[in-house]
T-cell receptor, first 114, second 115 residues
Framework: AQSVTQPDIHITVSEGASLELRCNYSYGATPYLFWYVQSPGQGLQLLLKYFSGDTLVQGIKGFEAEFKRSQSSFNLRKPSVHWSDAAEYFC????????????FGTGTRLQVTL | GAVVSQHPSRVICKSGTSVKIECRSL??????MFWYRQFPKQSLMLMATSNEGSKATYEQGVEKDKFLINHASLTLSTLTVTSAHPEDSSFYIC???????????FGQGTRLTVV
C-alpha cells in the first residue's frame, strides 16, 4: 500500500527566509508525486508534480521539489518565502501510469512571520 | 490547467436531511472523478472513485448507502449525503480526471455543516 509521511506538522519561518518541507513516501513502483497548497477553507492548488525525468521539478510561485529515490523523499523548497505563502501544504503520491486516486500526507501548516 | 467547479461551497443542513454536492468539469470530459473528505486539521481521505456510467468504487469504511455517488455524464458527478448527522460535518472535495490524463484537477470544496 502506498503511504506518505510529512514529519513536520507545523513550521514557522520569517519572510524572506528559505523553506524546506519534508515528504517521504512508500510505494512499490515508480510513483507519481505531487505537492498541493491549501488556503483556509479553500480547495487544493497544484504546486508541482513529478512523473519521470529530471528529478528537480520546478513549480508555480517559485517552489521546487527534488525527487530522491534512494531516500524515498520529495521535499518541497523555496529560496525566499513570502507572507502570502502561509497555508497548508500537502504531499501526495499516486499510481504511475494512471495518476489515479491519491494518497495524501497529513499536511504541514506553514506560518510566515514578518 | 483544467477547471473543476464544485457547488455549493458551503451548506448547512438539519440532522436527518440529505444534501447533494455537485462536481463539474467545465472544459474537459471527466471520465473519472474522485471524492475526498477532510476533517478539521486533518488530511484528505479518499471516499470513492467514480467512472462515468459505472457504479462508484468505495474505499474501505465508507458507507455506500449513506454517501451516494452518481456520475451520469462526462462533466458531472454528484455526492449525496443521506440522512446527514453532525458527525458528517466535514469538507468534501472532488477531483476529476480525463481519459488518459496524468493528473486530476480539484474543485474548490464544499463545507458541510450538519446541525
Amino acid at each position: 500500500a502506498q503511504s506518505v509521511t510529512q514529519p513536520d506538522i507545523h513550521i514557522t519561518v520569517s519572510e524572506g527566509a528559505s523553506l524546506e518541507l519534508r515528504c517521504n513516501y512508500s510505494y512499490g513502483a515508480t510513483p507519481y508525486l505531487f505537492w498541493y497548497v491549501q488556503s483556509p477553507g479553500q480547495g487544493l492548488q497544484l504546486l508541482l508534480k513529478y512523473f519521470s525525468g529530471d528529478t528537480l521539478v520546478q513549480g508555480i510561485k517559485g517552489f521546487e521539489a527534488e525527487f530522491k529515490r534512494s531516500q524515498s523523499s520529495f521535499n518541497l523548497r523555496k529560496p525566499s518565502v513570502h507572507w502570502s505563502d502561509a497555508a497548508e501544504y500537502f504531499c501526495a503520491v499516486g499510481a504511475a501510469g494512471t495518476a489515479s486516486k491519491l494518497t495524501f500526507g497529513t499536511g504541514t501548516r506553514l506560518q510566515v512571520t514578518l | 490547467g483544467a477547471v473543476v467547479s464544485q457547488h455549493p461551497s458551503r451548506v448547512i443542513c438539519k440532522s436527518g436531511t440529505s444534501v447533494k454536492i455537485e462536481c463539474r468539469s467545465l472544459d474537459f470530459q471527466a471520465t473519472t472523478m474522485f471524492w475526498y473528505r477532510q476533517f478539521p486539521k486533518q488530511s484528505l481521505m479518499l471516499m470513492a472513485t467514480s467512472n462515468e456510467g459505472s457504479k462508484a468504487t468505495y474505499e474501505q469504511g465508507v458507507e455506500k448507502d449513506k454517501f451516494l455517488i452518481n456520475h451520469a455524464s462526462l462533466t458531472l458527478s454528484t455526492l449525496t449525503v443521506t440522512s446527514a448527522h453532525p458527525e458528517d460535518s466535514s469538507f468534501y472535495i472532488c477531483s476529476a480526471k480525463g481519459q488518459g490524463a496524468t493528473e486530476a484537477f480539484f474543485g474548490q470544496g464544499t463545507r458541510l455543516t450538519v446541525v
